[in-house]
């Protein structure tokens, strides 16, 4: 199942956790220190959704911004 919305496209995207040590300078402390980067994911939230489209009732993977905003209605 592919993590993507099908309306705005949103996808899984990539980034890295970044451990900081110690107090800051300009909090009263002598630095922070970086650690060892790891890496990790950011997920979009997908939802499954049956809407009505051109007539005919569709399940769509959808972002829950997407609903939201109201790009898609849900069908009753």
Do not use: D
């Not at 705005?8 to 402390?29: A, E, L, W």
Request: hydrophobic content about 30%; glycine content about 14%.
């Amino acid at each position: 199942m592919a993590r993507r919305c099908e309306i705005c496209g949103k996808g899984t995207m990539f980034g890295q956790n970044v451990p900081r040590k110690g107090q800051p300078k300009k909090k009263g402390g002598v630095g922070q220190h970086i650690g060892v980067t790891t890496k990790r994911v950011f997920r979009p939230n997908i939802i499954s959704v049956k809407t009505i489209l051109n007539g005919t009732p569709q399940t769509l993977k959808i972002c829950t911004r997407c609903l939201r905003t109201g790009r898609v209605v849900k069908a009753v």
